[in-house]
């Protein structure tokens, strides 16, 4: 399942090097994302998925970033799906990433492995060009 919400400024590239990073001046845009897996369920990631597009949605046009909302499921290591909330794009203003970090906080922080947070760069650069709103929920095919 994959939930997603996309406002962007421009199109990404893939995020650089992390020393790359650290080397960009202060008012470039750099390659942002945080991600928290919520133990809860899909209710509490619920609630910092839409706390998250409410605070995109007040901060236009000053943010560049997407959020998403997914369920990772394996029933061999896990019976119930893993609900994660990532949020992606041009690095945001200190207060805004302060508030991200407070609303992502009832989750766990967790690293987005390459395999996770390519497809969602792509997905991100994929929606840009259908505007700068794009929102769309998926579901999952129920096993019989």
């Given at each position: 399942m994959l939930h997603f919400w996309y406002m962007p400024r421009?199109?990404?590239g893939p995020p650089p090097p992390p020393n790359e990073r650290e080397k960009r001046s202060e008012g470039e845009p750099a390659f942002y994302h945080?991600?928290?897996h919520f133990l809860e369920g899909?209710?509490?990631a619920g609630?910092?998925?839409?706390?998250l597009q409410?605070?995109?949605f007040e901060e236009l046009p000053s943010t560049s970033l997407s959020v998403y909302r997914f369920a990772v499921v394996n029933e061999e290591l896990h019976p119930e799906?893993?609900?994660i909330v990532a949020i992606l794009g041009d690095r945001p203003a200190q207060r805004i990433d302060?508030?991200?970090e407070a609303i992502l906080a009832p989750g766990e922080t967790v690293d987005l492995p390459p395999q996770v947070l390519i497809p969602l760069i792509l997905r991100r650069a994929q929606q840009g060009q259908e505007g700068q709103w794009v929102k769309r929920h998926y579901r999952p095919k129920k096993k019989p």
């Open positions: 421009e199109v990404p945080r991600a928290a899909e209710k509490a609630k910092a998925y839409f706390q409410e605070l995109i799906p893993w609900w302060d508030q991200i």
